[in-house]
């Protein structure tokens, strides 16, 4: 089992529509969670990170975080092309490093 | 504003060569990290670094690889001997940790994208 593990996609919505990425990982001890966004040929980009169980929103983004279920998500509203991207979960197994999860790419079609 | 230098931005070369990847983490930030991309892979954690003593580099093919922080401001990554299968975009990332967890933000530099032929 991979320590973070997303589903690949693409996942393709249309603009304005909310987006919902989902990602789970396998360590109960990771206590930190991170997306990043990646553009084609562009580093990673935090976005968000989330550290206690329910909702945190900046902006059009919202992340969940469900310790109980090792559940992380991300929620896009009104979602733009401008927001088509590869979406990384990123969770630090025990206390190494971030481990990241493959990746979802986001297709928002206009 | 502050951000993650590193340089070359793009490298070819040749099966065989030796090959140094540098990077200068944001200024203040204990903890540098080195990953590879690929397409096959994703983002794989190399080697990282804690106030310049190195944590962890199991993610790291010891007989060829080596990363080193000579100083807080000056990260590298080299290979030698190179091979075709090292072809990839190399990250560095740094990050402040405050505390014995690890896994606090990370902000990434533009890569090294290297191709070995």
């Known amino acids: 089992q991979k320590e973070v593990e997303q589903n690949s996609g693409p996942l393709s919505v249309p603009e304005g529509a909310i987006a919902s990425l989902n990602c789970t990982y396998s360590d109960r001890g990771s206590q930190s969670f991170f997306w990043y966004r990646q553009y084609s040929g562009k580093s990673p980009e935090l976005i968000m990170s989330i550290y206690s169980n329910g909702d945190k929103e900046d902006g059009r983004f919202t992340a969940q975080l469900n310790k109980a279920s090792q559940y992380v998500s991300l929620l896009i509203r009104d979602s733009q092309p401008s927001d088509s991207a590869t979406y990384l979960c990123?969770?630090?197994?025990?206390?190494?490093?971030?481990?990241f999860g493959s990746g979802t790419r986001l297709q928002v079609q206009p | 504003d502050a951000r993650v230098t590193q340089t070359p931005r793009h490298k070819v070369t040749e099966m065989g060569q030796e090959v140094t990847m540098r990077c200068q983490p944001i200024l203040g930030h204990n903890t540098v990290f080195w990953y590879r991309q690929t397409m096959m892979q994703g983002l794989e954690l190399l080697a990282y670094?804690?106030?310049?003593?190195?944590?962890?580099d199991s993610g790291m093919p010891k007989d060829r690889f080596s990363a080193e922080m000579p100083d807080a401001t000056l990260a590298t990554l080299k290979i030698q001997p190179s091979e075709p299968r090292d072809s990839a975009v190399y990250f560095c990332?740094?990050?402040?940790?405050?505390?014995?967890?690890?896994?606090?933000?990370?902000?990434f530099g533009p890569g090294t994208r290297l191709t070995v032929l």
């Open positions: 990123a969770a630090p197994p025990g206390r190494r490093a971030l481990t």
């Open positions: 990332a740094s990050g402040l940790v405050l505390g014995l967890a690890g896994g606090n933000e990370q902000f």
């Open positions: 670094f804690r106030n310049r003593a190195p944590l962890d």
